[in-house]
């Protein structure tokens, strides 16, 4: 079945200190992926996107990601990160077909520690 | 340059009420998507509209819920009669049809029901 995991589901890191997102699909061929990111009360704000071409994107606030075929992975990072980066971040998947259809993982909610 | 427009930002109502939810997706956008998200289920697609077509609303908990796109630039997400385990943050989002394509949300709707 097509599915998206974020295995973490609560990271705190220090600030300044490095971060990685986990985020594994499962699918057969390359799907179409995303990352967004939710401030409290706000509604979700995209990150950066990959379905083709150079495996390491970049986004916006500083992040990249890595899509890794072999891995079906598809992980979020940034190299120091700010206080203000404290939210929830999802990583989103359309799959094959004729949908258009995003499909999240459960989310991953970031705490920065001073 | 304006996002997805939502009203009302906050709604409490007593139960058995009629709560209609609407949206104006971004100009140009032919994709609108409904979803509900509470702390216990998460992110959850409802229903999404390609070109004002309704294409699956298989995430439509129950009769109760109904959504129309009467035109390309509004959709409304109605619930008859509410209950309190109706309540949610109910985003709207809306993007190009085509798989590639980000979505961009509005800021959700916070639904109490009492």
């Known amino acids: 079945a097509q599915s998206v995991t974020q295995p973490d589901i609560h990271i705190t890191v220090s600030e300044g200190a490095s971060l990685e997102l986990r985020c594994n699909y499962s699918y057969g061929a390359t799907p179409y992926l995303f990352w967004y990111v939710q401030s409290p009360g706000q509604g979700l704000q995209l990150l950066l996107k990959?379905?083709?071409?150079?495996?390491l994107v970049q986004g916006i606030k500083g992040f990249e990601a890595e899509f890794k075929r072999s891995q079906s992975s598809f992980n979020l990072r940034k190299p120091s990160v700010h206080w203000s980066d404290a939210a929830e971040y999802f990583c989103?998947?359309?799959?094959?077909?004729?949908?258009?259809?995003?499909?999240f993982g459960t989310g991953t909610l970031l705490a920065v520690q001073p | 340059d304006a996002g997805v427009i939502q009203s009302p930002r906050h709604e409490v109502t007593e139960m058995g009420q009629e709560v209609t939810l609407r949206c104006k997706p971004i100009?140009?956008?032919?994709?609108l998507f409904w979803y509900r998200q509470t702390m216990m289920r998460g992110l959850e697609l409802l229903i999404y509209f390609n070109n004002n077509v309704p294409i699956d609303d298989s995430g439509m908990p129950e009769d109760r819920f109904s959504a129309k796109m009467p035109n390309a630039s509004f959709s409304t997400l109605k619930i008859q009669p509410s209950e309190p385990r109706d309540s949610a943050v109910y985003f709207c989002?809306?993007?190009?049809?085509?798989?590639?394509?980000?979505?961009?949300f509005g800021d959700g709707t916070r639904l109490s029901i009492l």
């Open positions: 100009s140009g956008h032919n994709s």
């Open positions: 989103a998947v359309v799959f094959g077909g004729a949908t258009n259809k995003l499909i």
């Open positions: 990959y379905f083709s071409g150079d495996t």
């Open positions: 989002a809306s993007s190009f049809a085509q798989k590639n394509q980000p979505q961009h």
